[in-house]
């Protein structure tokens, strides 16, 4: 073959070349639908794509992904593929199409000037398809970015100014408030210095906070194995900070009506409330037992919105529109309750739409954590991250400093070893779940003295 040295310059092939590749080439007229190269690395040809469009999709996992779309008229670009390239890669036709293959030892024999135009159509191509990638990139960060800024607003939006509803207002205050033993024990809970004794006597000076903290352990709700009939016995079994949240969960019970759908969300709850404590523990983050405190309160706003359903069944589909943490906090906070613990709660559906940097500093914790419990209590149950709606996921364990762990390590090396150190405080249900995800201790059936009691 008798190159032209023009051919190395950035022009078309001349027809001469043009008509001499032809007579080296198997020449491929593809219809659409037919391969000009099958996935799998099979293929080695080198294929000179004259005219046309085809298409090149790319096995990701188990799916084919198109990756682009290549069409050749007149005076554009050819386009070369060759042996050497991913073997995950197939190419097709989408129109009627022409390419021209080589085998190596013809395409070797080429003047280097051909050789040269071949590889220059290559880079050509590649440059192309990695400035299409940067696009698309850029393209897709600017989303993101406005996404990002979007679902938040959004949220926002949803947030009505519930203090102004009369239909609110009227079932919250038909809610019993919290019994004022549990405020009681919240002080001493803030108190680093109370004893153990200190509690037992605080808690026997209420009698029926008394009988209800004997009836409770007692309950197959606890399941110990040993029946416990004094306060001190019950205080050192299940610790300081165990105890209140038992009375508290109490209290909670006492407010709402005794339904399937009250019973379910308080069982969520102390469950949040426990890894959550678990987290803030390992992970050296909040105040544990303000943030286990938080766990056990947070979903008062479901409850509430369960109790407008049941009054006002035919606005059920509004009232699912009613955001729950802003409910909930509105009644904590006609609770008198501490601003943080409200206002943490009042943020708990950002995470899901929006990075940490949208939450108010005062309340990142105690929101952060109360979050990763719940991611950590849906893989506990067995689901996995692709499961769960968690685009910032990564950001929020990264604030916690667990790094770049999975939420399964998470839960393995930050919840599980404080779970399974205190389980025998726990709700039966609660240590079966934890059992579950747990070989190496024997996490049934015992009710031993705690290790973390205080
Ligand atoms: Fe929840």
New binding site residues.
Partial sequence: MKPSQAAAQDRELSEKELRNLYSLADVNRLAPGDALIRGGGQDAKVHLFLEGELKIVQKVGEADKEITRLRREKGGDAVVFFPGDPCRMSVSATLPSTALAFSSTVFESFDPAIQLYFYKQRFRFEERVVSGLLEAESDWLRRKKQFQAYLPAMLAAFKKDYEKSDLILGVLKKIPKLPAFTGTLAAGLMNDEISTKDVSDMVKQDPSLAAGVLKTVNSPYYGFSKHISDINHAVILLGFNELYQLVLAEGIRQTMPNLSRFRE?LS??IC?SRIAFALSFSGHMGKPAEVSTIGLL??LG?SVKHLLKKQNPKIEILIDSIDGGAVGALLLKHWNLPGRIWQSIEF?NHPSVGPVSGIPKPFQDNVIL?YLS?VCFEAMKGRTESDLFTPFLDDYIRVLGAGELSVRQMVQKLAMPFLVKNLHTYPAFFRKLIAKNTKSYEVLGTDRPPQDSR
Avoid: T, V, Y
Wanted: net charge negative; charged share 20%.
């Fill in positions: 969300i969520h709850s949040i947070h979903d479901e708990q109360l719940h």
